[in-house]
């Protein structure tokens, strides 16, 4: 990496946040590499069994879904048994929805990830239930994570701001206001989107208002939902590069439709970047000449910096693939995919790779394929046509936001995607 390629320095350190006993995020530490099971939480063995891989593979903190209640015994399980094998990483637990269950598993666990916002439809009961989690962590010692993603603002956001990269900013403000106000201050936040360029300007604005307001704290980097293979990793190296360049981010993940370990190098490899160093996992000549490409090129095309990409020993596959990742030019359709957890109720990397290998000629649309019912119709939110599982051998087909085809066999779900999308061509 040359000296222009460094990342910026920032005049003001994030508060660094201790997750656990040993490690910490932000207050100018390392760069944290961290991912999130795909196995079922109540399938205590699978878990533990891919937390171990996971945790050998170099992810310094791990993710664990917990859909409700009646997962939390498994959690405390699943962390001792870990544990007990002398295995530290933190756990994070990740909440959709409901704050009993936050509130519940917070003392079980390193970091408790949530959107408070979808707490409750009452604004101000979201409000106390997030307040009482706070005090569930603080007397605890467990960390928060505001987790914000594009399309899942809720109607209280959206209806005073819209849905773009200010609504998000600022919804996550109130969040961190709640915060300071009770002086708590073990808290990380996100705010992620599929499209690279709504991600990276959400961003940058909270990055502002939190310097504004004086408290910085940790940012956790991600484009949700990047897909798989080549262009989901291009796509997160593109967002990811373009904030730690400017020296936005703590901790990075780079979410692919595929098993959780893949994940790891390429995550590691932004890490040991942008945190100046040389070393990072092997990686195949090929791999190490598409990830460099994208961080160098990805920046200065979301910036609009430059219109090309200048460099003969960046073939045209390669370039065009950095360039939709931009979304400057787009040569192909355009997928959004959710990495899967512990909600996904099918086979989701199989799906994606049906979806992807049928509607490939299908140039300018934007394909959704989500793994479950809770959070995937929020959070496809560029998307035209959506592919939804629900579980029990069954999928929902969306236009836009709206289920135009529910309860479809698998077998056929893809079939009857093609038809809808033909007939409105």
Same mark, same amino acid.
């Given at each position: 990496?040359t000296s222009s390629e +460094? ?5 003001t ?6 997750i656990?006993?040993n490690l910490?995020i932000?207050g ?10 795909n196995?079922?939480?109540n399938?205590?063995g699978?878990t533990?069994a ?9 992810a ?7 859909p ?5 015994e498994h959690?405390r399980?699943?962390?001792g #048994?870990? %544990?007990s094998e ?9 909440? !959709? ?5 936050a509130i519940?598993?917070a003392?079980?666990v390193? #970091?408790? %990830? ?10 101000e ?5 997030f307040?009482r989690l706070l005090?569930?962590?603080r007397?605890?010692g ?7 993603? !594009?399309?899942?603002?809720?109607s ?9 990269p200010? @609504?998000?900013?600022r ?6 206001e709640m915060?300071?106000?009770?002086d708590?201050?073990k808290?990380?936040?996100s705010? #992620?989107a599929?499209n690279t ?13 939190? %310097?504004e307001?004086?408290f910085r ?5 991600g484009?949700? $939902?990047?897909?798989n293979?080549?262009s989901?990793?291009?796509?997160s190296? =593109?967002?990811? @590069?373009a904030?730690? $360049?400017?020296g936005i981010g703590d901790t990075?993940r ?6 959780p370990e893949?994940?790891?190098p390429?995550?590691? &490899?932004?890490? @040991?970047? &942008?945190?100046?160093r040389t ?8 791999e190490l +000449?598409?990830?460099d490409a ?5 920046p200065k095309?979301?910036r609009r910096?430059?219109d090309t990409i200048?460099?003969p020993?960046?073939?045209?596959y390669?370039a065009?693939?950095?360039m939709?990742?931009a979304?400057?030019?787009?040569y192909r359709?355009?997928?959004i ?10 086979d989701l990397q199989?799906a994606f $790779?049906?979806?992807k ?5 299908l140039?300018?649309l934007?394909?959704a ?8 119709p ?10 939804v599982? $629900?579980?029990?051998? +069954? =999928? ?5 936001h ?7 066999p698998?077998?056929?779900a893809?079939?009857?995607l093609?038809?809808l999308?033909? #007939?409105?061509?």
């Amino acid at each position: 990496m040359t000296s222009s390629e +460094k990342p910026m320095t920032s005049s003001t350190r994030t508060i660094p946040v201790k997750i656990g006993d040993n490690l910490v995020i932000g207050g100018g530490n390392p760069i944290v590499v961290q991912t999130m099971c795909n196995t079922h939480t109540n399938d205590v063995g699978a878990t533990v069994a891919q937390c171990r891989r996971l945790a050998a593979a170099g992810a310094q903190m791990i993710r664990i879904t917990v859909p409700g209640q009646q997962d939390i015994e498994h959690i405390r399980v699943i962390r001792g #048994k870990l %544990r007990s094998e002398g295995i530290l990483v933190p756990i994070v637990a990740d909440i !959709h929805f409901s704050s009993a269950t936050a509130i519940g598993v917070a003392p079980h666990v390193e #970091k408790v %990830r949530i959107n408070p916002g979808n707490f409750h439809k009452d604004h101000e009961e979201a409000r106390r239930q997030f307040g009482r989690l706070l005090d569930v962590c603080r007397e605890h010692g467990t960390a928060v994570r505001i987790g914000l993603n !594009h399309g899942s603002l809720g109607s209280y956001i959206t209806d005073l701001y819209g849905n773009g990269p200010d @609504a998000m900013a600022r919804a996550a403000m109130e969040w961190i206001e709640m915060c300071i106000e009770k002086d708590f201050l073990k808290v990380v936040v996100s705010l #992620k989107a599929s499209n690279t360029v709504v991600m990276t300007e959400a961003y940058r604005l909270l990055d502002g208002m939190m %310097r504004e307001r004086g408290f910085r704290f940790p940012m956790h980097l991600g484009v949700t $939902e990047a897909g798989n293979g080549d262009s989901g990793r291009i796509k997160s190296c =593109v967002g990811i @590069a373009a904030l730690l $360049e400017e020296g936005i981010g703590d901790t990075v993940r780079v979410s692919l439709t595929e098993d959780p370990e893949a994940e790891i190098p390429v995550a590691r &490899y932004l890490a @040991a970047r &942008y945190d100046g160093r040389t070393e990072f996992p092997a990686l195949s000549g090929r791999e190490l +000449k598409m990830l460099d490409a994208a961080c160098t090129w990805g920046p200065k095309l979301l910036r609009r910096q430059v219109d090309t990409i200048d460099d003969p020993t960046v073939d045209a596959y390669l370039a065009d693939e950095i360039m939709q990742a931009a979304r400057r030019r787009f040569y192909r359709p355009e997928y959004i995919a959710c990495p899967g957890c512990g909600r996904t109720m099918y086979d989701l990397q199989g799906a994606f $790779e049906k979806v992807k290998e049928r509607t490939s000629h299908l140039k300018g649309l934007v394909i959704a394929v989500m793994g479950c019912i809770v959070n995937g119709p929020g959070e496809m939110a560029d998307a035209d046509w959506g592919y939804v599982g $629900e579980g029990n051998g +069954k =999928v929902s087909i969306y236009k836009r936001h709206t289920p135009i085809l529910r309860h479809v066999p698998e077998e056929e779900a893809v079939d009857r995607l093609l038809e809808l999308i033909e #007939k409105e061509a």
